[in-house]
Each structure stands twice: as structure tokens, then as C-alpha cells.
């Protein structure tokens, strides 16, 4: 399954689960830990941004806000290091394992002409909660990073 489209209300998406997630299961090299990790996290939202289309969540921001040079969510963990990066990095790569095998099946149900929507608002769900979990494993001092639906 390259690409399925996905008609949405207006338009037609055109979504490709395997896209969403390439390289994000593979492993952290040594020579480049904050690029591995921060690719995978990107990854990981926009397979989100695809799952919360499924859902019908309408526009959602993902974004972590930025406040005066506070590094981004992977950066946070690399420079952590120790418990922290090791936890954040086997959490992304086990929701980036769920979303894959969860997209896919949405879009199989799709691609039948059945309604992916319930399913999609379920996974949505355990995508957030996963989300919000990782999030915890920022040092202390962190600005606090939510989910904002606009």
C-alpha cells in the first residue's frame, strides 16, 4: 500500500502510512543521537497529523512551544541523557510501532469503503495519552507542551 487516498469533507489527501513513519524505527546511531531521535519524533507527528485526519479531529497543533531558546522535546532528552533520552527513545519508537500498524489498518478499513473514524478516534486517543507520557520525561524546568486542537 504506496498511497490511499483519503477523501476528507472538501478534498482528497493523499496519505502514505509507510511514508509517515520512514526511518522511524530505526535505531539510534551513536555518531548522531539528537538527529535520530528528533527525526523519529518528527515522524512520529505527522503520522499523527494522518491519524487525527482519519479521526475527523479537525485541525490539530501538535507544536511544542518554543520560550526563550528552550530546546525542542528531542533535544531536551539528548541533553538529558542517562534514563531519560534511553526512556524517551524506546517511547518513541513503541508509538511509532503502534501508529504504523494502527495506520495501516485504518487505511485497509478505508480502502473497503468502511468508516476508519471510531478506530482512528481510538488510536487518536492512545496517541495522546503516549504522547503526553513522554512529555513527563522532560527535566524539571521544561516549559510545559500540550496538544491544542485550532
Do not use: Y
Not at 534511553?86 to 500498524?101: F, P
Amino acid at each position: 500500500m504506496d498511497a490511499t487516498p483519503i477523501r476528507q469533507d472538501a478534498g482528497t489527501l493523499e496519505l502514505s502510512a509507510a511514508a509517515a513513519l520512514a526511518g522511524s524505527g530505526a535505531p539510534a546511531s551513536a555518531a548522531s543521537p539528537p538527529a535520530s531521535l528528533a527525526a523519529r519524533w518528527d515522524a512520529l507527528h505527522d503520522a499523527a497529523a494522518i491519524l487525527a485526519q482519519l479521526a475527523g479531529t479537525g485541525a490539530v497543533s501538535l507544536s511544542l512551544p518554543q520560550q526563550d531558546g528552550a530546546p525542542d522535546f528531542a533535544g531536551a532528552m539528548v541533553a538529558a541523557g542517562g534514563w531519560r533520552q534511553m526512556l524517551a527513545e524506546q517511547g518513541v519508537d513503541d508509538l511509532a510501532a503502534i501508529l504504523e500498524a494502527g495506520l495501516v489498518a485504518l487505511l485497509q478499513v478505508h480502502a473497503r469503503g468502511a468508516d476508519p473514524a471510531p478506530a482512528a478516534q481510538a488510536l487518536w486517543q492512545e496517541f495522546l495519552a503516549a504522547r503526553q507520557a513522554l512529555l513527563v520525561l522532560l527535566p524539571p524546568g521544561s516549559s510545559g507542551l500540550k496538544v491544542s486542537q485550532a
